[in-house]
């Protein structure tokens, strides 16, 4: 162990948990091989005393100072799975003495094997090591599906807004995952098979914002060593030997075979990566040196064309000053070849638009996308202001008019709905059945028909009842939702200006 080491050591501890350490460390011995540890004065600054200690913690401890992830004194949020990576960690916080938290996500996905995995993680948190502990149960598949997304993404959208909500809720300083040297692997190979640049390919971020990833410096097998010769156990998640998952396939299938080819392949790799995330940084540098984003008194944001066009390769630049506003390859190269063309053509993200000017691409806020995220309107709930603003009323009688030609108004059979009601943005696919028809359209097909224009078909918001649309907001309801005779309860649902 190096003299830098050792005045980290000392410097993270003081005298009194030095000691204890060393008494800890003696008594209980984990791996052998004497190694120095603190230096006295009576040795000159020659390290005399040895002890046998861990080097998987000394390693540990090392890059937690090294990366400036936390000090002793940070209150730290441990995201634990049950898995051997996470447990672990859990260990080595533990016997670095550091205040910390167990949270965990039940996915429900895999059964009575995802309810074993959280009584686990209660046990480990509150039995072995006394600590406050976060648990919060999923129905993954569903809001997957309500969100079209992958059950993958969906789990990691979960994860981290419970993981963030309770950080700040229980006032920790981070979040800290058990991301390994291996998971970094796997992701160079998935971004790579997605054809990502530089940022996707220079790993995972050892930190992020508030969240750490402290067991980066750790292959796999290290772990697995660790945790086989301190007898720490853990959960096995069945899934892993599936293949149905790309990073599973990497793991299970690519990974091998490159062992056979390379035993030094995965150094040599993250090697490549630190050298890749280096050469990201100066090309992040070129990148600020050259950008032409300009940001007007009201907000707009713009790109001069002419300045633009001498920018090689075009449209290279170009997606890398536009992706934070949400525009993907697809659009910029779209964009690109609009350069030369009139002006007025309009490009959206699913947060922003761009229109070409004659000198300029103009960047704006799509007003009232509040991130197309989608929401829930309780039943009881009278009046909203986000993402649309709408006043909800209950008749209980059906003496008002079944027509109505105000569009920003709905006339509803409450009976007919099941709370609660969801509002969001149109997707591709969509149909319902237009108030006054007998068949559905699709609403792409009504957009069309309506004149509606990009922007006005990009601030329309959807009123929805168990997937069926019940009102296009502003535009028609859905036939199938009108009051009749035979409505009991009505509900009025009007938009405000």
Same mark, same amino acid.
């Given at each position: ?101 167990? @949270? ?85 190979? @998935? ?109 707009? @944001? ?89 006043? @909800? ?105």
């Amino acid at each position: 162990m190096g003299t830098k080491k050792l005045v980290f050591l000392h410097s993270l501890f003081n005298g009194g948990d030095v000691a204890q350490l060393v008494e800890q460390r003696t008594e209980n011995p984990c791996v052998t091989g004497s190694i120095p540890v603190v230096a006295t004065k009576s040795t000159s600054r020659d390290v005399l005393f040895l002890f046998n200690f861990v080097p998987m913690l000394a390693k540990f401890l090392e890059h937690l100072e090294k990366n400036k992830l936390c000090g002793k004194s940070g209150k730290i949020l441990l995201a634990v799975s049950g898995g051997v990576d996470s447990v672990v960690m859990a260990e080595l916080f533990s016997r670095a003495g550091f205040d910390f938290g167990i @949270i965990h996500c039940n996915f429900n996905l895999r059964g009575k094997e995802s309810d074993a995995d959280e009584k686990f993680v209660r046990d480990l948190a509150l039995k072995k090591y006394k600590s406050p502990c976060f648990v919060r149960c999923f129905d993954t598949k569903k809001v997957a599906v309500h969100n079209h997304l992958s059950i993958q993404e969906a789990a990691r959208n979960l994860r981290y807004d419970y993981f963030e909500e309770i950080r700040k809720k229980e006032k920790y300083d981070f979040i800290a995952t058990a991301h390994h040297a291996d998971d970094q692997i796997e992701t160079f190979f @998935i971004n790579l098979l997605r054809g990502s640049g530089i940022s996707g390919l220079s790993g995972i971020p050892v930190k992020q914002k508030n969240i750490i990833r402290p067991m980066l410096f750790a292959f796999r097998n290290e772990i697995e060593d660790f945790a086989k010769k301190n007898n720490v156990e853990y959960r096995t998640d069945s899934s892993n030997k599936s293949n149905k998952y790309l990073r599973n396939k990497i793991r299970n299938q690519l990974m091998p075979l490159l062992q056979t080819i390379s035993p030094q392949y995965r150094t040599a790799i993250n090697t490549t990566i630190s050298n890749l995330k280096n050469t990201g940084i100066i090309y992040r540098s070129q990148l600020e040196k050259a950008s032409l984003l300009k940001t007007d008194k009201s907000g707009l @944001i713009t790109i001069a064309i002419d300045e633009l066009k001498k920018l090689k390769p075009s449209l290279h630049y170009l997606y890398e000053f536009i992706v934070p506003f949400g525009f993907n390859r697809h659009v910029c190269e779209d964009i690109c070849n609009s350069l030369d063309e009139i002006s007025g053509k309009i490009f959206l993200s699913p947060t922003h638009r761009m229109v070409k000017d004659r000198k300029n691409l103009i960047i704006e806020v799509i007003a009232g996308n509040s991130l197309c995220k989608d929401f829930m309107l309780a039943e009881d709930v009278k009046q909203i202001t986000d993402p649309v603003k709408l006043k @909800i009323s209950e008749k209980k009688t059906a003496a008002l008019k079944t027509f109505s030609t105000d569009k920003d108004t709905a006339l509803l059979d409450k009976d007919k709905l099941v709370f609660p009601l969801i509002i969001r943005k149109w997707q591709r696919g969509d149909y319902f059945y237009p108030f006054g028809m007998k068949g559905k359209k699709k609403l792409s097909d009504f957009f069309t028909d309506s004149k509606l224009s990009v922007i006005d078909k990009s601030n329309t918001w959807l009123l929805c009842s168990d997937d069926n649309i019940v009102w296009v907001i502003g535009w028609r309801i859905d036939d199938r939702y009108k009051i009749n005779k035979r409505t009991q309860n009505i509900l009025q649902v009007k938009r405000l200006k």
